[in-house]
């Protein structure tokens, strides 16, 4: 079970939508932040554990991140941030 009471209200934690601009394309990419039971790349629900999840955790608008994959360095800004705070019951259980 977890404390959503010690979750952060301002900065992307664990249930955290957070809308990102990748900087060199050019595009705007939305990420769940989940626990890697929920992971579900393709609906774009990343686990806090991966190295966009862990660059993300504790970031806040307007921040810009640079992420270390496989293909390369990617640098993202942070332009939206829904914390569990900021969310519906209904978004929280959207499949």
């Not at 301002?10 to 050019?26: I, M, Q, R, Y």
């Not at 955790?57 to 332009?79: N, S």
Request: aromatic share 2%; with cysteine; hydrophobic share 35%.
């Amino acid at each position: 079970m977890i404390d959503i009471t010690k979750l952060p209200r301002d900065k992307a934690g664990l249930c955290s939508e957070v809308t990102v601009l990748d900087v060199d394309k050019d595009i705007k990419v939305k990420y769940t932040l989940v626990t890697s039971e929920e992971v579900d790349v393709a609906k774009g629900l990343i686990s806090t554990s991966s190295p966009i999840g862990r660059s993300l955790l504790g970031r806040q608008v307007g921040d810009e991140v640079r992420i270390q994959i496989p293909d390369g360095l990617r640098v993202m800004e942070i332009v939206e941030l829904k914390t569990i705070h900021d969310l519906t019951p209904g978004e929280l259980t959207k499949e």
